[in-house]
């Protein structure tokens, strides 16, 4: 049996579950790495260390003001726990570090958890439900950063730690939890120099405000010095910023300007404006607020006009963008009048605000202006490029200044522009490429914002990023949530051609039927296939019909799927959609395979996949090599069937596409097995069963599982076997998934087989406690097994046992016998009573047609059992 890599699951990407980016994939045990160390933080280290040690503390919040340095703290303890990992008896086994702050929905935790952990939806329950699957047996210290905006979804916290007793919660927020057992830990702002003694200039050097001053100004300019001479300047700048760490990494660079004695001038003049704050705002607020005010007031016009604009973006900034911004006029990021309601009705539109302009020759200097003043941030990207971003108390100012302006609305707007053109630069009706899926991932904080303000203000703007923006979150398994999107600019009112919102709701159906909605899939694809026809929308009412014969198909209606096919197929051809015209070949090809119509589902594959071929897309002709190789050999043409599922390998390796890897393996291994090749059968599952679980793909991995048991029964580990078969079977019924008859018919034999070997009651044990494993404990035990040797001296030994209808305890009992041994010495060896012994015994003789020991004996050598 062979697994199917399907393009059921609509506009060519359905089954294709692509893995969370390369830079995502390792986050889990990585903690980012501060380029400056850690000063003046002893006590509140030694002080959390504590706690994270004790066994019955399991949340602890670090609570402070903005720019107290909460982050740069639970980094330096996420690091210490992970350098611990490994070591005998680690307080945990594993760090995930999250930050939240681009987040604007508590209902996104779960999602941006699980991005970390690469946990994804397996389905119909809700995410929360596979972390907690993923957690409860894992030691685990969670590091959950900027929580203060999310309160809201502090019970995912609370549900999690109560469910997984191995994780702990380190958590920064300006505010507590407010869930039960949470430590709180108020981080104050750095120690400063006793105003009321004379110390010496040795004793304030080691002031930690101070030291921090003195550190980050000498980054900015080496030949500063901390003297006598500047010593009580510094001492009270430190003083005059209340200690905040970021209030004195902004201010400590104007030492390349200005000296200690000026800038404490400066800095006296803006803190007196203190004094008319709101009475009820913290006053270190204030403070953080006036220094940031402070920066930017040194700012000339066109760098403070970049400052704020940069302000919309959620998540980090491409260098693209922030040349957008800075020279709005550019043609290549303005919607133009095609897609501009305005355009059509004549009214001005306020969303086009005018924006004031910074040239060509001056915006880099401006960016490299922020960059020194630490108002903007930079971080290089393994491709080697520079993305931008904003600390969030910065950015909460700059959106201040923002609205302040008057500029808001044309910021959006053209930050709503930017993210539509990159949406729209991958073509809809194919599989988004490996590239443009990590340039998504790296930007889906920038479309989620730009999705929420456009389906306020811009509702056809939203639905045409929705229509661009849904095969991301299709490949990449982010099912609920786009759904979500989808949903939520379905329901705005627009004058949104058919044509947009055919493909909005085609996306919405995609996702729905994913998570086995079968119901409200065939609704969706139904309503997209109705406004394609009234549109005049041939291509999209094509690929509508096409949809609802994968919706038929996934719930094996087969019939009514082929007649769907065939229906979009005679379509498709009229009007000469290639790709689609391969697609719907291979999904003809599926249903033929599934009725075991193998002849007529080789002559589909081989129809559609030139077809897929002439049009450039690599990874969908992958996919129909990949089942064109699998119907082969499943039909008995070995070396054929073998050399097309190794090319299919060879071409999903090479463009990137690791569930098409993991699929290829599995078929691969399954050739292997064909030819009595154990261990290498066993190797390419293996491997499978790895990236699967990467990628979350939990169908794949419960037949992988399935397969993998079987080799363990062949070698001569049924109890195992009978264990991961069980843990199969639970999973799917989990996730809701069901069998074709074909792998139905085919894992049933792998059941009774190894129902044989191990005997009735020890097999249902054994099946009862697979069904209580997690999935990632079941993939865990798979993957622990280490195939014993003498492969084929043990299949051979199986084969003889079940010839002769033995268990596996009547096999254990007779080699005893033929050792020589008597029943009070086998009961003693084995663990049982003595009269279990003989009644295993007398079954012996029975079975083996004997009528004495020494018969049984030389029954079984003869037949090799022996």
Avoid at 640 to 652: C, K, M, W
Wanted: with cysteine; charged share 25%.
């Amino acid at each position: 049996m062979t697994q199917s890599l399907s393009t059921e699951t609509n506009q060519d990407a359905s089954e294709t579950m692509q893995p969370r980016d390369e830079q995502r994939e390792t986050v889990f045990d990585q903690i980012p790495a501060p380029l400056n160390a850690l000063i003046g933080r002893d006590r509140e280290l030694d002080l959390v260390r504590g706690l994270l040690a004790r066994e019955n503390v399991r949340l602890v919040t670090l609570t402070g003001p903005g720019g107290v340095g909460k982050t740069r703290l639970a980094l330096a303890l996420a690091a210490e726990a992970g350098a611990d990992v490994g070591a005998d008896d680690p307080r945990v086994t594993r760090v995930a570090f999250v930050p939240l702050a681009p987040l604007h929905d508590a209902a996104l935790i779960p999602a941006t958890i699980g991005d970390r952990l690469n946990v994804h939806e397996s389905g119909e329950r809700p995410l929360t439900t596979d972390l907690i699957d993923r957690l409860q047996n894992e030691r685990v210290l969670l590091v959950l950063d900027n929580f203060e905006h999310l309160l809201t979804g502090a019970p995912v916290v609370a549900e999690l730690l109560a469910a997984c007793p191995g994780v702990t919660a380190l958590i920064t927020s300006r505010r507590r939890l407010g869930l039960s057992g949470e430590h709180e830990v108020p981080i104050p702002p750095l120690a400063l120099a006793d105003p009321g003694r004379t110390a010496t200039i040795e004793e304030l050097g080691n002031v930690p405000a101070i030291r921090l001053f003195v550190a980050r100004a000498q980054a900015a300019a080496a030949g500063f010095t901390f003297t006598a001479a500047n010593a009580l300047a510094v001492a009270e700048i430190c003083q005059r910023l209340h200690g905040l760490p970021l209030a004195i990494e902004l201010a400590a660079p104007r030492t390349r300007l200005l000296s200690p004695t000026a800038l404490l001038a400066r800095l006296t003049h803006r803190l007196e404006l203190l004094a008319g704050g709101p009475s009820d705002a913290p006053e270190r607020l204030q403070t953080m607020r006036q220094t940031i005010a402070w920066s930017y007031d040194l700012l000339d016009p066109a760098a403070q006009t970049l400052f704020r604009r940069l302000a919309v973006f959620a998540g980090g900034i491409p260098f693209a963008a922030v040349e957008a911004f800075a020279i709005p006029s550019r043609p290549a990021y303005d919607l133009g009048t095609q897609h501009d309601p305005s355009a059509a009705t004549g009214n001005p539109d306020p969303l086009r605000a005018e924006l004031p302009t910074v040239t060509t020759n001056t915006f880099l200097a401006e960016l490299t202006t922020l960059v020194d003043e630490s108002l903007v941030q930079i971080t290089e990207q393994p491709d080697g490029e520079r993305r931008f971003g904003m600390l969030e108390t910065v950015r909460e100012y700059a959106l201040e200044r923002l609205e302040d302006s008057g500029e808001a609305a044309g910021a959006r707007r053209r930050h709503v522009e930017f993210y539509l053109r990159m949406v729209e630069s991958v073509d809809p009706w194919q599989y988004v490429p490996q590239d443009a899926l990590e340039r998504f991932q790296t930007e889906h904080d920038n479309v989620r914002a730009a999705l929420d303000w456009s389906i306020v203000h811009a509702s056809e703007t939203a639905l045409r990023i929705a229509a661009g923006f849904w095969q991301f979150w299709q490949q990449k398994g982010y099912w609920s949530e786009g759904r979500g999107w989808l949903e939520r600019a379905l329901a705005t009112e627009s004058d949104a051609p058919p044509s947009v919102r055919a493909a909005v709701l085609a996306g919405a159906g995609s996702m729905a039927d994913r998570q086995n909605d079968f119901v409200q899939a065939r609704a969706f694809f139904e309503e997209s296939l109705a406004l394609a026809r009234q549109g005049g929308d041939e291509r999209r009412a094509a690929r509508s019909l096409r949809s609802l014969g994968i919706v038929a198909s996934n719930q094996n209606e087969l019939d009514d799927a082929a007649a769907l096919f065939e229906e979009a197929l005679v379509e498709l051809r009229a009007i000469q959609d290639q790709a689609a015209i391969a697609s719907c070949l291979n999904d003809l090809g599926l249903v033929a395979d599934r009725r075991g119509d193998r002849n007529r589902a080789i002559a589909y594959y081989e129809e559609a996949l030139p077809l897929a071929r002439a049009t450039g897309d690599q990874t969908h002709a992958a996919l129909i090599l990949s089942n064109l190789g699998g119907t082969v050999t499943a039909s008995g043409d070995m070396p054929r069937g073998e050399a097309l599922t190794a090319e299919a390998l060879d071409q999903s390796r090479a463009v990137g596409d690791l569930y098409g890897v993991a699929s290829n393996l599995y078929n691969l291994a399954d050739c292997f097995r064909q030819r009595d090749e154990i261990a290498g059968a066993w190797e390419r599952y293996r491997e499978s069963l790895t990236i699967s679980a990467e990628l979350s793909e939990k169908h794949l991995v419960s037949l992988i599982l399935d397969q993998m048991a079987h080799l363990l029964t062949l070698t001569g580990l049924p109890r195992p076997a009978a264990h991961l078969l069980g843990a199969a079977a639970a999973l799917r019924q989990r996730i809701g998934d069901t069998l074709f008859p074909i792998e139905e018919a085919t894992f049933a034999e792998f059941i009774v087989i190894t129902r044989a070997a191990l005997g009735d009651e020890a097999f249902q044990a054994a099946w009862d406690a697979g069904e209580g494993l997690t999935a990632d404990q079941a993939i865990a035990e798979a993957l622990a097994v280490a195939m014993r040797p003498a492969i084929d001296e043990r299949r051979a030994a199986l084969q003889a046992q079940l010839k002769l209808g033995l268990t596996m305890r009547e096999v254990e009992v007779l080699r005893l016998v033929a050792e020589g041994l008597g029943d009070k010495e086998i009961a003693t060896a084995l663990a049982i009573s003595r009269h279990t012994v003989s009644n295993q015994v007398t079954a012996l003789r029975t079975k083996l047609h004997v009528t004495s020991r020494t018969g049984a004996v030389t029954v079984a050598r003869e037949a090799g059992l022996l």
